[in-house]
T-cell receptor, first 116, second 113 residues
Framework: GAGVSQSPSNKVTEKGKDVELRCDPISGHTALYWYRQSLGQGLEFLIYFQGNSAPDKSGLPSDRFSAERTGGSVSTLTIQRTQQEDSAVYLC??????????????FGSGTQLSVL | GENVEQHPSTLSVQEGDSAVIKCTYSDSASNYFPWYKQELGKRPQLIIDIRSNVGEKKDQRIAVTLNKTAKHFSLHITETQPEDSAVYFCAATVRGGADGLTFGKGTHLIIQP
């Protein structure tokens, strides 16, 4: 079946504009994660969804960042009033939630965000 | 919270030689340690993982070792091949699965022909 799908693959925006990034997880995966990958900085956790709820939002860097998930499927990450330091690759991942067992993250190909 | 340090940031080895990447973690309650490989321009993919009740795990040319006392774990790749060139990320979590993973900053492994 299809893997994790993210759109757009590239987004160039002007400082101060809002952007929306979309993630379509693998069908049946109840857990969904957003990460940010900056050059040389590894994978920075942003937010985790279990179904439609977000039990862990601890990684969101500021109140300009928000995310939602509807229908236990598609998720949208919104960045308001973008700043140049928001430029990065935003990766979405999904997994089958199974408490106490190993869970493999399936990553999307990411959205390259460039804020000019 | 958890802090994961990864070394080296870049590693260059001759094809056929072995490569070792090391990670340390701060939270002694961490119990799950996966390794992800990201080839240039591609998405990260899980290559191997280990739980805290196991000291070593092997899968063909790759192996992971865990030292809970010292709070460090390592990835070993033997008989390296050109397709091993990639960025490798270690991670750790206290939650036993993909939830709550803290990643290291990555190691760029370069295989010299």
């Amino acid at each position: 079946g299809a893997g994790v799908s993210q759109s757009p693959s590239n987004k160039v925006t002007e400082k101060g504009k809002d952007v929306e990034l979309r993630c379509d997880p693998i069908s049946g995966h109840t857990a969904l994660y957003w990460y940010r990958q900056s050059l040389g900085q590894g994978l920075e956790f942003l937010i985790y969804f279990q179904g439609n709820s977000a039990p862990d939002k601890s990684g969101l860097p500021s109140d300009r960042f928000s995310a939602e998930r509807t229908g236990g499927s598609v998720s949208t990450l919104t960045i308001q009033r973008t700043q140049q330091e928001d430029s990065a690759v935003y990766l979405c991942a999904s997994s089958v939630y199974s408490p106490g067992s190993n869970e493999k993250l399936f990553f999307g190909s990411g959205t390259q965000l460039s804020v000019l | 919270g958890e802090n994961v340090e990864q070394h080296p940031s870049t590693l260059s080895v001759q094809e056929g030689d072995s490569a070792v990447i090391k990670c340390t973690y701060s939270d002694s309650a961490s119990n799950y340690f996966p390794w992800y490989k990201q080839e240039l321009g591609k998405r990260p993919q899980l290559i191997i993982d280990i739980r805290s009740n196991v000291g070593e795990k092997k899968d063909q040319r790759i192996a992971v070792t865990l030292n809970k006392t010292a709070k460090h774990f390592s990835l070993h790749i033997t008989e390296t091949q050109p397709e091993d060139s990639a960025v490798y990320f270690c991670a750790a979590t206290v939650r036993g699965g993909a939830d709550g993973l803290t990643f290291g900053k990555g190691t760029h492994l370069i295989i010299q022909p």
